[in-house]
């Protein structure tokens, strides 16, 4: 009578699944979601079948892919249409321009979906802690990256008359940046998506020296091998380093060695030694060896430790010389050097957004969870049922955009095991009609924009392309993504 009554349950009605975020965690946990029921939800008592839902504030689906990397890395073309094949599928569907907080609440999801999963990754700056960050002309990076991937309500006009500027940061946004601003316009253009707007800017960057600042040694940075071959090939741009800088003692050597991508990093980095030295006995030329209107310097062991300014306005940045060790752990030597700098962007890490009703682990800086499973508060460990956590809202914000996919696989895991748990087969969502999400935001004077939508958008910016014998480009403004989704405006 039990099994009778539980196979109807299963056979009547599907598992509802609500996912807040479209960036590339919230995708992939939908792709896998559904592959692992289909694998283990008969042996599980559950089923097999689920609608997904997934909720994203953005007109547009994909996030960091689309909103975060930077327009000239090749290969994200292909993980965006990697991740858009995963959503062309009919359980999953697309809720995009609806903000979980906002839109919907954490109560009219837990009505309507069994379980709620966030995948709200992150969009803002770690604030920078150092005297004169107030300055004008100190810019935090995220901003910076919002105005030239023309997040939809990002700023359209970057002040870019600066001609010496400083970047801080160890890892690969601050690689980004530094290269966005070393870049010539035309390179960019006929490669990227970039939009009008971010072309005729950089087009009208005055910066002509770049500084970049790591705080530790050239075997602690935390470049990818990727991001420093793209700095190797900047046209007209000098490549300067400090050689005390690669005077490596042997147990950092070693130890560099372990660790294959610390070792493949630090031997690149050795590589762009040369090229700078190179560059310099030819007179200051480029990779090229055309003559080269740009400088860009790459310094290591050097901790900002203030930024110096005349009427508000940053001038300068003063850098403290440090020493790290095999270790790891640095010194202060308590020798400063100040860099003149008109501009001055940090970039030291993004901070993962808090999600309404959630509790958020301020140490962490990550929604409050235990392996993906949300905590009703970060320190007393008590494990809210139906709601998870997963990718940069999970994990904090580190690790490229396959880590997504790991983190996917171990929360679908417990959202399975934690579903086989439950009775009535996990069908824990009292509201069980799938129009009924449709009516709520409807009610609300919400429109939201479906996969049909997306790609009417993805369409225009194609043909748009097109037209300058380019792939793709970006529409920037939120209300022409939205006249296109809904088909009102061309
Ligand atoms: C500047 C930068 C450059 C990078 N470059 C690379 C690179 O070249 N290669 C690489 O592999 N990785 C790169 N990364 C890392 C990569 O972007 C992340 O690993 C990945 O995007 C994390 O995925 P996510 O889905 O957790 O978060 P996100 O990509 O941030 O996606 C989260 C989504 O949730 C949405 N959202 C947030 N709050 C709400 C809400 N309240 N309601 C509804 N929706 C909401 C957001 O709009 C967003 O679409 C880069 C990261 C940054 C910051």
């Known amino acids: 009578m039990v099994c009778d009554t539980l196979g109807a349950v299963i056979e009547h009605s599907e598992l509802r699944i609500a996912v807040v975020g479209a960036g590339p965690a919230g995708v992939y946990s939908s792709d896998i979601f559904l592959r692992e029921l289909k694998n283990k939800g008969e042996e599980l008592g559950i089923g097999t079948s689920a609608r997904i839902d997934v909720f994203e504030k953005l007109p547009v689906p994909f996030g960091l892919v689309r909103y975060g990397v930077a327009p000239d890395h090749p290969g994200i073309k292909f993980i965006a249409e990697a991740l858009e094949k995963t959503l062309d599928n ?3 569907h697309l809720y995009c321009d609806v903000e979980f907080g906002t839109d919907v609440m954490l109560d009219d999801l837990l009505r309507r979906y069994d379980m709620v999963l966030f995948a709200t990754g992150a969009v803002e700056d770690r604030p920078l802690d150092l005297p004169g960050v107030g300055l004008d002309g100190v810019y935090g990076a995220a901003r910076f990256v919002e105005w030239y991937d ?13 001609r010496q500027v400083a970047v801080i940061g160890g890892g690969n946004v601050a690689m980004d940046v530094s290269r966005e601003l070393m870049r010539h316009a035309d390179d960019l253009h006929a490669h990227t998506d970039i939009p009008d707007n971010v072309y005729e800017g950089i087009r009208r960057n005055a910066a002509r020296e770049l500084h970049l600042f790591v705080r530790r040694g050239v075997a602690q940075a935390k470049f990818s091998v990727q991001e420093l071959r793209e700095l190797e090939k900047l046209s007209g741009v000098q490549l ?31 590589v762009i030694r040369d090229m700078a030295r190179d560059m310099a006995d030819d007179g200051g030329v480029d990779y090229n060896g055309d003559p080269a209107d740009r400088a860009y310097h790459l310094h290591f062991n050097a901790s900002p430790t203030e930024l110096l300014g005349t009427a508000g306005a940053v001038n300068a940045v003063r850098v403290e010389r440090t020493d790290t060790g095999a270790d790891g752990v640095m010194h202060r030597t308590g020798v400063f050097t100040d860099y003149p700098a008109q501009a001055v962007y940090h970039a030291i890490g993004y901070k993962p957004a808090r999600a309404a009703g959630i509790a958020y682990d301020n140490r962490r800086t990550v929604l409050a969870n235990d392996e ?11 494990v809210v049922p139906r709601l998870y956590a997963t990718g940069w809202a999970k994990r904090g914000p580190i ?32 509201d069980r009609d799938p129009a009924s999400i449709d009516r709520l935001l409807a009610q609300r004077g919400v429109r939201p924009i479906d996969f049909a939508g997306w790609k009417r958008i993805d369409g225009f910016e194609r043909a748009q392309g097109a037209e300058e014998g380019r792939e793709h480009k970006k529409v920037v403004e939120p209300e022409r993504l939205r006249g296109l989704a809904h088909g009102e405006s061309r």
Do not use: C, N
Not at 153 to 162: H, N
Not at 240 to 261: C, S
Not at 372 to 382: E, F, K, T, W
């Open 150 to 162: 023309g997040y939809p309500d990002g700023p359209r006009d970057w002040p870019l008359a600066a």
């Open 399 to 430: 690790g490229l955009i396959g880590s997504t996919k790991s983190d996917a696989l171990l929360i679908v895991g417990h959202m399975l095991d934690d579903l086989a748990g439950e009775a009535a087969a996990g069908r824990l969502a009292p």
């Open 372 to 382: 993906g499973r949300i905590l009703s508060d970060a320190q007393d460990g008590v």
């Open 90 to 92: 009919p359980d999953i």
């Open 240 to 270: 300067v380093v400090d050689e005390e800088d690669f005077e490596l003692d042997a147990e950092t050597i070693e130890k560099a060695g372990h660790d294959k991508l610390t070792r493949q990093m630090v031997e690149e980095l050795f």
